[in-house]
C-alpha cells in the first residue's frame, strides 16, 4: 500500500452509509475491514440485523481477500435520524431507491449538515451526479461511484462526476477507492447506464434473442461465454483482445478483415422483443437448470470462483 493510500483512508475515516441493501451492506463490510468508521442510515426496523448477518455471512470472503475481520464489528453503529447519521462524516456513501426524487431531497437534507470538505458519493447505477445534485448546496462534492455488486468482491468503481462536480472531488474518490482495492476508473461522460451496465445490456439482449430463437439453452449459453469470450475479456477486455486478434498488424490487421462484416452485421440486427412468452421461455430453462440447488448454494459457488479469478489476474501481474 503506498503512503498516499493511508492518507486518503485518513482524511476519509468517519463514514456514512445510506440505505443498507445488499449494495449498503457490502460497502459496510468493506468499510469495516479497512479500519473505517461506518454509520449506516436506513428506515427499516430489523437493519442492524440484517447488516451484522451480511457481515458475517461475508468473513471468508474478506478474509480471502487478504482483509482483517477480527472485530469487524466494533467501529459499526446505527442511526436512524439521517442528520444525526451524516453529522461529521468525512464521506457518504449512499445506496438507496432509484428514484431522481428521493436522491434529490436526501443529498438536499445532507447538504445542509456535512462540512465542506465531505465527499458525497452515489451507488447509483441510473441516475447522474448532474441530476441527483440539483437541490444540493455542494453540488462540487457530489458525484456517483457506482460499484459492481457486491463491491466488497468485485474490483470495478465507476467514478462519474457531474457538470458541477470539482477536480479534487474526483482525484479523491478514486484514491479512496482505491486504497480500498477497488479498480476505480472515470467515466469522462454522463450517459444512462454509465458504462459497464451499458455492455452487460447488449450482451444480455444477444444472449436473450438465441435463447427466444431456440438457437441455445440458457446453460448452454452460460458454458460457451465463460469458455470463450467471457475468459478472454477476463484476462484483456474486448479492445485488447481484438488488438491481439489482428496479429503483428493489431487494429489495422483487425478492421481490414473484419469491420466490413462487423459493420453489416451491427446494420442488420434483429430486435429483440422480450414479451412475456419470451420471458416465460427463459425462465422454465433457469429454473430447470439452476433451481435444482439453492442460492445460497450458487452464490458461494459464484464467490468462490470470483475470487479465484481475481487472485489469478493478481498473480501474473505480479510477475509481470
Partial sequence: MSPAQPDILNRYRKTAVIGAGVIGASWTALFLAHGLEVVVNDPRPDVEALVRDYIRNNLSTLEALGLPTENLEAKLRFEADLE??????????????????????????????????????????????????????RPERLLVGHPFNPPHLIPLVEVVPGELTGENAVTDAVAFYAALGKVPRVVR?????????????????????????????VDELDDIVTSSIGLRW??????????????AGGFTSFFKQFGPGLNEAWKNMAPVDLNEAAQDKIIAQAEASF??????????????????????????????
Fill in 234 to 247: 477476463a484476462a484483456d477486455g474486448p479492445f485488447r483482445s481484438f488488438h491481439l486478434g489482428g496479429g
Fill in 84 to 137: 444525526r447519521a451524516v453529522a461529521g462524516a468525512d464521506l457518504v456513501q449512499e445506496n438507496g431507491p432509484e428514484r431522481i426524487e428521493f436522491k434529490q431531497d436526501l443529498w438536499a437534507r445532507i447538504g445542509k449538515v456535512v462540512s465542506d470538505n465531505v465527499l458525497m458519493l452515489s451507488s447509483s447505477s441510473a441516475k447522474t451526479a448532474t441530476e441527483q445534485a440539483l437541490k444540493c448546496s
Fill in 189 to 217: 461522460k454522463e450517459m444512462p447506464g454509465f458504462v459497464a451496465n451499458r455492455l452487460q445490456r447488449a450482451i444480455f439482449r444477444e444472449c436473450c434473442y438465441l435463447v427466444i430463437q431456440g438457437v441455445v439453452k
Fill in 291 to 320: 433451481a435444482a440447488r439453492p442460492a445460497e448454494q450458487l452464490e458461494r459457488e459464484r464467490d468462490a470462483k470470483q475470487l479465484a479469478i481475481i487472485r489469478a489476474l493478481k498473480a501474473v501481474r505480479a510477475d509481470q
